[in-house]
C-alpha cells in the first residue's frame, strides 16, 4: 500500500508528459492546469503571496517534497525535506501551524498537502508552481545557508518548464 502512494504521483506526472506529447506541448499553464483539477479542494498560495507572507511571518513553515537529490541542489530558504507524512509528522507537531509544501511543479506537494488536510493540519497550504515558478520568478534559491542559481530539473522533459538560465546540469 505504501509502494502505491509513492508511485502513484509518478504515474501521472508520466501520464502528463506522454498526454501532452501526443495533445500539446508541454507547458506550465497545461500543467499547473491539470494540477489545479486533479487537487481542486487543495489550498494554494502564490509565490508573490508566499515571499510576502514571509516578510510578515518567518515562522511560516516551508517543506520541500522532492527527493533528497533534488533538495540538495537547491531549495527555499530554511526549507525543510519531507517525503512522506511520517516525516512531516515528525517535523511538525503543532496542527495549527502554517505549513507550506512544494515540489518541482505542484504536484507532489499538492498531494501531499491533500494528506496533511486529512491528518488534521489546518493551515496546510500548496506553493502553486512550486521551486520551478519561484526560481522562474528571479527569487533566490539555496543550497544550505547559500544563495545559489540552480535548480535541479526532475528530468529532462520537465526541466523545460524551469528556464533553462536556472536548470542545474
Known sequence: MHVARTIRPLIFLLYLASATVFSK???RDNVYDLIDSRFAGVPTITTEQL???L???PQTIIIDVRMPKE???SHLYHASNATDMKSV???VKDKDAEIVFYCSVGYRSAAMTEKAIKAGYKNAVNLKGSIFQ???EGREVYSGERP???VHPFNKKW???LNEEYRSK
Open 25 to 27: 506541448e508541454l507547458s
Open 51 to 53: 515571499h510576502d507572507k
Open 55 to 57: 516578510i510578515d511571518n
Open 71 to 73: 533538495y540538495a541542489v
Open 89 to 91: 509528522s515528525e517535523l
Open 134 to 136: 519561484w526560481a522562474n
Open 148 to 150: 545559489v542559481t540552480q
Open 159 to 161: 526541466g523545460v518548464l
